[in-house]
């Protein structure tokens, strides 16, 4: 199954938009969208990465001997299983969803039984299970691929594309001055030092995966999905042999139009004018900071002057 079983999976470091293009990718009639963010990892990752993030939103580790429901279960997935199992407490409470966790287990049970057990199969049969299990999910029935977003992910990007050879992975990367101005308004917001080392390690590794796997890893800019989701994700589209379809103009949730992306992620007016006025919320001396941080990375997204642009909006 592995080998014919199409994913397109995003990544984004923290406040860059992933959220945002995952959700403009919504309402495509060729993909089925995962609902939430795609969280697969497991609390068996220990790796030099492993103290930097989550381990909830890498690419998963599985033990030699155990069964596909102690698999199923190892999957963190925690937005989505919150929704299933306790819906009150879910941030996405507001939105119906028919969807049953233990049925999905059950589904993804089957798919491993003929599969066998192996990262490749037990990831494209978490990503079947869901939609098999999503009783009101708007389908078309022209679906192609399954598409996930998870932060940070694409530092596992080359496991994704070594795994899965028919999958894709798209990184989405913002500048880093509305990407930390946006991470400040957490409860618990890290440190601008630690936010840029993050955010430098995840634009490391897609340009280094992007050199090793030119036609299956992807980059774009949130500012280019911001000024013409149509065009950017309409490029992206065809390049996976997909439709430029109507949908990718707008922000949706299971093919409902959204009037902003909160709460599936920070950014709630994705729009180039909205973009560079969260940047504008920090002090020179934060801006400077910045520039220090990820000078490296400036000229190589076209970011060097984007503090001194005035900008018209496409929208």
């Given at each position: 199954?592995?080998?014919?079983?199409?994913?397109?999976?995003?990544?984004?470091?923290?406040?860059?938009?992933?959220?945002?293009?995952?959700?403009?990718?919504?309402?495509?009639?060729?993909?089925?969208?995962?609902?939430?963010?795609?969280?697969?990892?497991?609390?068996?990752?220990n790796d030099n990465l492993s103290s930097m993030f989550p381990v909830k939103y890498r690419w998963p580790e599985f033990t030699l001997d155990a069964t596909p429901e102690q698999d199923y279960?190892?999957?963190?997935?925690?937005?989505?299983?919150?929704?299933?199992?306790?819906?009150?407490?879910?941030?996405?409470?507001?939105?119906?969803?028919?969807?049953?966790?233990?049925?999905?287990?059950?589904?993804?049970?089957?798919?491993?039984?003929?599969?066998?057990?192996?990262?490749?199969?037990?990831?494209?049969?978490?990503?079947?299970?869901?939609?098999?299990?999503?009783?009101?999910?708007?389908?078309?029935?022209?679906?192609?691929?399954?598409?996930?977003?998870?932060?940070?992910?694409?530092?596992?990007?080359?496991?994704?594309?070594?795994?899965?050879?028919?999958?894709?992975?798209?990184?989405?990367?913002?500048?880093?001055?509305?990407?930390?101005?946006?991470?400040?308004?957490?409860?618990?917001?890290?440190?601008?030092?630690?936010?840029?080392?993050?955010?430098?390690m995840n634009q490391y590794h897609a340009l280094l995966f992007k050199e090793q796997f030119p036609d299956r890893m992807h980059i774009v800019r949130a500012e280019d999905v911001m000024a013409?989701?149509?065009?950017?994700?309409?490029?992206?589209?065809?390049?996976?042999?997909?439709?430029?379809?109507?949908?990718?103009?707008?922000?949706?949730?299971?093919?409902?139009?959204?009037?902003?992306?909160?709460?599936?992620?920070?950014?709630?007016?994705?729009?180039?004018?909205?973009?560079?006025?969260?940047?504008?919320?920090?002090?020179?001396?934060?801006?400077?900071?910045?520039?220090?941080?990820?000078?490296?990375?400036?000229?190589?997204?076209?970011?060097?002057?984007?503090?001194?642009?005035?900008?018209?909006?496409?929208?």
């Amino acid at each position: 199954m592995s080998g014919k079983f199409k994913l397109l999976m995003i990544g984004a470091m923290y406040e860059n938009g992933g959220n945002t293009t995952h959700r403009f990718l919504d309402g495509h009639p060729q993909m089925f969208v995962y609902p939430f963010e795609s969280q697969p990892g497991t609390r068996l990752i220990n790796d030099n990465l492993s103290s930097m993030f989550p381990v909830k939103y890498r690419w998963p580790e599985f033990t030699l001997d155990a069964t596909p429901e102690q698999d199923y279960k190892a999957i963190i997935d925690e937005e989505g299983k919150v929704r299933a199992r306790t819906p009150n407490v879910s941030k996405f409470r507001h939105e119906p969803m028919e969807f049953n966790d233990d049925e999905r287990r059950d589904f993804y049970v089957k798919y491993v039984a003929k599969t066998g057990r192996s990262r490749a199969n037990n990831m494209a049969a978490f990503f079947q299970a869901t939609f098999d299990a999503w009783k009101d999910y708007n389908r078309t029935g022209r679906e192609l691929f399954h598409v996930g977003y998870s932060p940070i992910i694409g530092v596992d990007a080359d496991k994704i594309l070594t795994d899965l050879p028919d999958s894709h992975v798209l990184h989405v990367v913002r500048n880093p001055w509305s990407a930390y101005a946006d991470t400040k308004k957490r409860p618990v917001p890290l440190s601008l030092k630690n936010y840029m080392l993050g955010w430098t390690m995840n634009q490391y590794h897609a340009l280094l995966f992007k050199e090793q796997f030119p036609d299956r890893m992807h980059i774009v800019r949130a500012e280019d999905v911001m000024a013409d989701s149509f065009k950017t994700l309409g490029d992206l589209c065809e390049k996976l042999g997909l439709e430029r379809a109507e949908s990718l103009k707008t922000p949706s949730w299971n093919g409902k139009e959204l009037t902003e992306v909160y709460p599936w992620g920070t950014i709630r007016k994705a729009n180039p004018e909205a973009n560079l006025a969260t940047a504008n919320e920090l002090s020179q001396d934060e801006k400077d900071q910045i520039r220090q941080y990820t000078w490296q990375y400036l000229d190589n997204f076209d970011y060097k002057n984007f503090l001194n642009q005035k900008v018209l909006s496409a929208r």
